[in-house]
């Protein structure tokens, strides 16, 4: 038998777990722009064709520069920070990946892309770069959907508060 809940518990803890995923979804975001890592700013940077770009990746920006030109603006708009440990055979291996996304606009095409640029860096190997490309609705899914999760439950959470001030309540003489 389930236990009988007060009629706020569930609007609150929809409150509570949607507040949690924004926050989640929205948190390294705003770390990455409070503490922002300085090689992925350097390929964004050589991107751009202001700097050099680290070792390893003159192809990638010759071949970037070739097919869409420069990087003309590129504005952070997700970042991910993870890592992970691996053990095998008596050896173990740490890795950390940082990956940033950029709403990218690029001279020679016309609307805005997402830049993905991937920082992987395994212990006992070279730091390695990846760049890659996604359609802004891709985000925009992601961003929208805890939004508008957040948004319905403190709309519940509201709304049933307010029905339950009126009918709980004895009224008043006036």
């Known amino acids: 038998m389930l236990p009988k809940l007060k009629p706020k518990v569930v609007p609150l803890a929809l409150l509570v777990l949607s507040s949690a995923w924004v926050a989640l979804v929205f948190g390294p975001l705003i770390f990455f722009l409070l503490s922002p890592t300085r090689d992925i700013q350097q390929v964004v940077g050589g991107l751009e064709g202001r700097i050099g770009v680290p070792e390893g990746l003159g192809s990638l920006q010759r071949t970037v520069f070739g097919s869409v030109g420069c990087l003309r603006r590129a504005i952070p708009v997700s970042a991910y920070y993870g890592g992970s440990i691996e053990y095998e055979h008596d050896d173990l291996r740490k890795s950390r990946t940082t990956q940033v996304s950029y709403l990218a606009w690029f001279e020679r095409r016309p609307n805005p892309t997402i830049l993905i640029i ?18 802004p609705l891709t985000l925009l899914r992601l961003r929208s959907t805890s939004i508008a999760a957040l948004a319905f439950s403190l709309y519940s959470y509201r709304r049933r508060g307010r029905f339950l001030g009126r009918h709980d309540e004895p009224i008043a003489p006036v």
């Open 118 to 135: 991937t920082r992987t860096e395994v212990e006992g190997s070279p730091v390695r770069f990846d760049v890659n490309e996604a359609r």
